[in-house]
């Protein structure tokens, strides 16, 4: 599988529980926080549920 680049460049204050969820089990929380994971179809699901929050990049 390729490995995708995620850093999380907006804020998560006052975004729906659900949104914070996905944004802490993809290891992120705080600003300009970037961590490097498999793309796989649940992750793939995850970033679009919050890629208005997200930077994605190919690794």
Known sequence: MA?????QVKSIIKRPKDQKA??????????NRTVEVENTPQI??????VSHLLKVEEA
């Open 44 to 49: 793939a699901g995850m970033i679009r549920k």
């Open 3 to 7: 490995k995708v680049k995620i850093t």
């Open 22 to 31: 996905t944004i802490t089990a993809l290891g992120l929380g705080k600003i």
